[in-house]
């Protein structure tokens, strides 16, 4: 069954064919003021060739997300609950993987130099912070031979394959690969650092907050390659950001996190257009841009809650304008509110009537 809303791009990506099954992935850290949950009971599933867009307010999970996926969680941070990969063709797995009767690979089972492997071969990561690990003595070149010696694979066929990436993201390759990191911009080297974490081919790409160091227009730009890089090889691509309008015109499909759990999570046409949790709505109605009136941008009243306490219930409710007795005692699941479309909350409909907010040009395209 494929989607029926039309993406910005008019994508469409199987709802049955899954790459990944987050199921239950729970961060929690000791600290001395008591046990602190950053990621809770969160699931998700992810469609393979989809571009998922996994959005939040700072500090509300989303890099923990992130990392549970590749279980790269720090200690002392204890991950648990069930990631299940489904890879395309299992006849690839580095060797020592394999999947069970359902074509299954259970994540945190794994060994550490099969979880080495699964995380540059099969699932890859760009983080913010990442453009400062490429070493400063080492010329770009040289970074990705040693990835490619260090996973045995062979050196030509995939210098070969580094070029065809470095043409999909505009990059030139021989000059690229003959510089030393500081003798490229951000832009250059973040894309450098986007085609190095491909060059094993991994049929997953997850990105924390890949373009939050560069300015407006090279993020756009990052954008579009991104779009021309999921088509070209096939990839599935999660993109977490706090920055909503940055990845709306590139996902197919939207997460919405809020303090460490799913709140809603659907097509991104419908979470955009028709949003139907409150935190989502206030998250839309929060957002600045260039033609927006002030007075119709409304910051989120309240803050954040601590991943020390919690609160009891809707884990929103003590911000929320529509939350009753309900709310504060019980917790809503995510639930269905239209085809493709879930959300975790009891009211959606008056959530749509009370909490207004338009989209501006910067968010959504107009033939959207
Ligand atoms: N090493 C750690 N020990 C304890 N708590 C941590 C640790 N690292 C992160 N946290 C807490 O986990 C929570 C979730 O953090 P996370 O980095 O996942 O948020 P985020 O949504 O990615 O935020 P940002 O956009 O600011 O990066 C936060 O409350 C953070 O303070």
């Not at 008591?34 to 998922?52: C, F, K, M, P, Y």
């Not at 983080?127 to 770009?140: D, R």
């Not at 260090?150 to 030509?156: E, T």
């Not at 065809?164 to 510089?179: E, K, N, P, T, Y």
Request: hydrophobic letters at 40%.
């Amino acid at each position: 069954m494929a989607t029926e809303e039309p993406t910005q791009y008019g994508r469409q990506v199987s709802t049955e064919d899954h790459i990944l099954e987050v199921e239950d992935a729970t961060v929690r850290f000791d600290l001395d003021r008591g046990q602190s949950t950053v990621l809770d009971h969160a699931s998700l599933d992810i469609r393979r060739n989809e571009i998922i867009g996994i959005v939040g307010e700072s500090g509300s999970g989303k890099s923990m997300f992130a990392a549970s996926l590749l279980d790269v969680v720090e200690d002392p941070g204890l991950l648990t609950g069930e990631i299940t990969y489904y890879p395309e063709n299992p006849k690839t797995l580095p060797q020592g993987i394999t999947t069970d009767a359902d074509g299954a690979v259970k994540i945190l089972d794994l060994n550490k130099e099969q979880k080495r492997r699964y995380r540059w071969e099969e699932a890859a990561m760009v983080f913010q912070g990442a453009m400062s690990s490429f070493n400063p003595t080492m010329k770009i070149g040289a970074h990705f031979k040693e990835t490619i010696r260090a996973h045995n694979a062979d050196l030509d066929e995939r210098m070969t394959h580094a070029r065809d990436l470095f043409d999909a993201l505009h990059l030139d390759a021989d000059r690229v690969f003959g510089s030393y990191p500081h003798e490229l911009s951000g832009g250059m080297k973040q894309r450098a650092l986007i085609a190095l974490s491909l060059v094993l081919e991994p049929e997953m790409l997850v990105m924390d907050e890949p373009t939050a160091a560069l300015d407006m227009l090279m993020q756009r730009s990052i954008i579009a390659m991104l779009r021309e890089l999921q088509d070209e090889f096939e990839l599935t691509i999660l993109f977490i950001t706090h920055d909503l309008p940055l990845v709306a015109g590139l996902a197919d499909r939207l997460a919405v996190l809020y303090a460490f759990e799913f709140v809603e999570v659907g097509s991104a046409y419908k979470v955009l257009k028709n949003a139907s949790h409150p935190y989502t709505r206030a998250l839309l109605r929060s957002l600045p841009s260039i033609d927006s009136v002030v007075e119709e941008m409304q910051p989120i009243e309240g803050a954040a809650p601590d991943p020390v306490s919690i609160p009891s219930g809707c884990r929103y409710h003590p911000r929320c304008p529509i939350a009753d007795e309900q709310c504060t005692v019980e917790d809503p699941d995510l639930m269905d509110v239209e085809d493709e479309q879930v959300a975790a909350c009891f009211y959606p409909e008056e959530s749509r009537e009370t909490i207004t907010y338009s989209l501006h040009s910067g968010v959504v395209e107009e033939d959207m």
